[in-house]
């Protein structure tokens, strides 16, 4: 097993599996047992022994059920392992969008749980993204968009941007 973190493909970092317990069961009738396995290189996991055939492997709270032999169960996650968060879930920001591709309303429904169209942000170098407007506050053939102290919230916790460590917000 390999797992590494990857924020935003800038850098591969090894799991710790001290920190995050590892674990593989092999089904036995109608009960799991547990095959011992140790840690391998930096962030590889072995497990010697397993049997051919259905397997489960558990990595913290999450399962994974599988007949593969390797299987690499790396992830990549928005933002650089470093970001610093704020202590709490909006801000509030003066918005200024010039030079935008005219908006065009779409005539299309969307289920109840989908923003729909509208003009988000969103940040590869940190974990962060917000919808700004849905097609409603837009205008056919608008290319600008200008809020002053707009509330911007994100689902948990709002990052720190540093300029200097190249953090960027996109517009979509």
């Not at 797992?3 to 920190?19: A, K, L, Q």
């Not at 801000?91 to 003009?119: C, K, M, R």
Request: aromatic share 12%; glycine share 8%.
């Amino acid at each position: 097993m390999r797992r590494y973190y990857s924020p935003s493909g800038i850098e591969m970092r090894p799991e710790d599996f001290e920190r995050t317990p590892i674990s593989l069961f092999v089904a036995d009738g109608t009960s799991l047992n547990e095959v011992p396995g140790r840690i391998g290189g930096p962030g590889e996991f072995i497990f010697s022994n397993v049997p051919n055939g259905t397997y489960y492997v558990k990595v913290g709270m999450d399962y994974v059920v599988t007949r593969d032999r390797d299987v690499d169960l790396s992830i990549n996650l928005m933002g650089r392992p470093d970001v610093r968060l704020q202590d709490r879930s909006f801000v509030y920001a003066d918005i200024s969008l010039n030079h935008l591709e005219p908006w065009q309303y779409s005539p299309f429904p969307t289920p109840p749980e989908a923003p729909g169209p509208s003009l988000e942000i969103m940040s590869e170098e940190v974990p962060f993204f917000a919808i700004l407007a849905v097609s409603d506050a837009l205008a056919e053939g608008q290319t600008s968009w200008n809020e002053s102290g707009r509330s911007i919230g994100n689902a948990d916790t709002v990052p720190v941007f540093e300029r200097e460590r190249g953090d960027r917000i996109w517009v979509h």
